[in-house]
């Protein structure tokens, strides 16, 4: 079957180079770095250590290799792969000399043996649920050592791989040790491969202690009486959904302050006039001068934290619509009382925890949401004790850091 994917690869290379023309138009590519995707490099630099290969499609992903690269930066060169424009944004602006940055090279035989052979990794970290069958081809050809860390099976993904269990269970192969990021991916990924899997814990859920700059505090809601609600991660058409509540909400209450972080911040201005048509005046957080205008969209990335830390009310979207919900640690470390809708299938275990523990609110539908809206803005007494168990609940340990170390170690050495 890798075979047939190859072959079509290859035949489809004038098509695929069409098509990353057509997202350096949309924005979607960085126009003067595009040639990354087809396995070259303007990096010029003699790389004097061993190179450690972290591969993380996209920020979400991204997000969880903090703790590799705080602990790996010094002693090897970090070539870290990502596949969206946001996650390059974030990887240069946090961890700037730490790593070398790359995009990650399309999937197509000629341009992942380029990759390697310009890049020579010594060991490679997979972040990832997408599995590459050609990239991954190539990493055990060269008899590179890999592992697979965080890996998610989504149920919808399980039904697609049942077709082709053998296909999955040959690109595991490529990996010395797995880990998936739940008991729940744990028992999906099982069905498809006899191989060993391992559960030590998600480590997206690591990076969770953020000490916010003085200057980047934010001081512009210094009236003690206003309530923030943040609805962060939003996905389209949650906003359309969400806005008439909080219209809602304010005819009754006009102390409250709204702030919408969505999960691809190009999509701001869209929501811009999506408040317009509810009669909702709105500004962008990058004009930088906030007013007294009720709605703030973000649309500036790893600033999400300074949003969180003045928030009081915060809802996970990608939660209303099947996107499996997203990560409630972040929001909650600060001290903000969370709310989620309940297709949250990528994070099912973090967030039955936290309800057990009433350190969150899961919602079937809308108006269950508006009710609890309501009553976490009227009850400021039930409003703390949701944040103070959600702030407790984030200070556990989420994964078995010295194992994934001791693993590493082992292969690197």
Same mark, same amino acid.
């Given at each position: 079957?890798?075979?047939?994917?190859?072959?079509?690869?290859?035949?489809?290379?004038?098509?695929?180079?069409?098509?990353?023309?057509?997202?350096?138009?949309?924005?979607?590519?960085?126009?003067?770095?595009?040639?990354?995707?087809?396995?070259?490099?303007?990096?010029?630099?003699?790389?004097?250590?061993?190179?450690?290969?972290?591969?993380?499609?996209?920020?979400?992903?991204?997000?969880?290799?903090?703790?590799?690269?705080?602990?790996?930066?010094?002693?090897?060169?970090?070539?870290?792969?990502?596949?969206?424009?946001?996650?390059?944004?974030?990887?240069?602006?946090?961890?700037?000399?730490?790593?070398?940055?790359?995009?990650?090279?399309?999937?197509?035989?000629?341009?992942?043996?380029?990759?390697?052979?310009?890049?020579?990794?010594?060991?490679?970290?997979?972040?990832?649920?997408?599995?590459?069958?050609?990239?991954?081809?190539?990493?055990?050809?060269?008899?590179?050592?890999?592992?697979?860390?965080?890996?998610?099976?989504?149920?919808?993904?399980?039904?697609?791989?049942?077709?082709?269990?053998?296909?999955?269970?040959?690109?595991?192969?490529?990996?010395?040790?797995?880990?998936?990021?739940?008991?729940?991916?744990?028992?999906?990924?099982?069905?498809?491969?006899?191989?060993?899997?391992?559960?030590?814990?998600?480590?997206?859920?690591?990076?969770?202690?953020?000490?916010?700059?003085?200057?980047?505090?934010?001081?512009?809601?210094?009236?003690?009486?206003?309530?923030?609600?943040?609805?962060?991660?939003?996905?389209?058409?949650?906003?359309?959904?969400?806005?008439?509540?909080?219209?809602?909400?304010?005819? /009754?209450?006009?102390?409250?302050?709204?702030?919408?972080?969505?999960?691809?911040?190009?999509?701001?201005?869209?929501?811009?006039?999506?408040?317009?048509?509810?009669?909702?005046?709105?500004?962008?957080?990058?004009?930088?001068?906030?007013?007294?205008?009720?709605?703030?969209?973000? /649309?500036?990335?790893?600033?999400?934290?300074?949003?969180?830390?003045?928030?009081?009310?915060?809802?996970?979207?990608?939660?209303?619509?099947?996107?499996?919900?997203?990560?409630?640690?972040?929001?909650?470390?600060?001290?903000?009382?969370?709310?989620?809708?309940?297709?949250?299938?990528?994070?099912?275990?973090?967030? /039955?925890?936290?309800?057990?523990?009433?350190?969150?609110?899961?919602?079937?539908?809308?108006?269950?949401?508006?009710?609890?809206?309501?009553?976490?803005?009227?009850?400021?007494?039930?409003?703390?004790?949701?944040?103070?168990?959600?702030?407790?609940?984030?200070?556990?340990?989420?994964?078995?850091?010295?194992?994934?170390?001791?693993?590493?170690?082992?292969?690197?050495?």
């Amino acid at each position: 079957m890798i075979y047939i994917y190859e072959i079509l690869g290859f035949i489809l290379i004038p098509f695929i180079k069409l098509n990353v023309k057509f997202r350096i138009k949309q924005g979607k590519e960085n126009s003067k770095r595009y040639k990354e995707r087809f396995g070259y490099s303007s990096y010029s630099v003699a790389l004097n250590k061993k190179v450690i290969w972290i591969h993380a499609a996209s920020l979400g992903e991204f997000k969880a290799a903090d703790f590799l690269i705080n602990k790996y930066h010094k002693k090897f060169t970090l070539l870290i792969t990502t596949t969206t424009l946001s996650s390059s944004e974030y990887a240069i602006k946090k961890y700037g000399n730490k790593i070398i940055h790359q995009f990650a090279p399309l999937d197509v035989n000629i341009w992942v043996k380029r990759f390697i052979k310009k890049w020579n990794p010594k060991f490679v970290i997979w972040i990832e649920s997408d599995l590459w069958p050609t990239t991954l081809k190539n990493i055990k050809k060269n008899k590179v050592k890999a592992i697979l860390i965080n890996l998610r099976l989504s149920p919808k993904s399980l039904k697609k791989w049942k077709f082709v269990p053998f296909f999955y269970d040959s690109l595991l192969s490529s990996f010395s040790k797995i880990f998936v990021q739940s008991e729940e991916d744990k028992k999906r990924v099982q069905l498809l491969t006899n191989k060993n899997i391992e559960f030590i814990g998600n480590l997206k859920l690591e990076n969770k202690i953020v000490n916010l700059k003085e200057n980047e505090k934010i001081n512009f809601l210094n009236n003690s009486n206003l309530i923030c609600i943040m609805l962060t991660s939003t996905h389209k058409n949650e906003e359309s959904l969400l806005l008439p509540i909080y219209k809602e909400l304010l005819s /009754d209450n006009k102390n409250l302050y709204l702030i919408i972080a969505p999960r691809h911040p190009e999509r701001s201005k869209e929501i811009m006039l999506l408040c317009d048509s509810h009669n909702l005046a709105s500004q962008l957080e990058s004009e930088k001068k906030i007013n007294n205008k009720k709605i703030l969209i973000i /649309d500036s990335f790893g600033i999400l934290s300074n949003y969180f830390a003045i928030s009081d009310v915060v809802f996970l979207g990608g939660s209303l619509i099947p996107a499996g919900g997203h990560n409630p640690i972040e929001p909650a470390i600060h001290n903000c009382a969370i709310i989620s809708g309940d297709l949250i299938f990528n994070w099912k275990n973090i967030f /039955d925890d936290m309800v057990n523990k009433n350190a969150c609110l899961k919602v079937k539908n809308i108006d269950e949401l508006k009710n609890n809206l309501k009553n976490l803005i009227q009850n400021k007494n039930k409003r703390l004790i949701l944040q103070n168990n959600a702030y407790n609940f984030a200070k556990k340990q989420f994964v078995d850091t010295n194992y994934l170390e001791k693993t590493i170690n082992n292969y690197i050495n």
